[in-house]
């Protein structure tokens, strides 16, 4: 699961970088950077609400 949400950060940074470069795309510019952030948070709070040891 967090190779594959690894896989979606490096696509929607590469969407984000592809929308940047071609001047009309700046939309897919602002897709690219909401999904990369969405997903980098989703993979964050996955990975802190993860097993916790019983002390």
């Known amino acids: 699961?967090?190779?594959f949400l690894a896989v979606l950060l490096v696509i929607w940074l590469v969407v984000a970088v592809i929308g940047a470069i071609i001047e009309g795309l700046f939309w897919l510019t602002v897709l690219g950077a909401v999904l990369f952030l969405a997903t980098g948070g989703y993979l964050y709070l996955k990975r802190r609400?993860?097993?916790?040891s019983v002390r």
């Open 1 to 3: 699961m967090i190779a």
């Open 49 to 52: 609400s993860g097993p916790r």
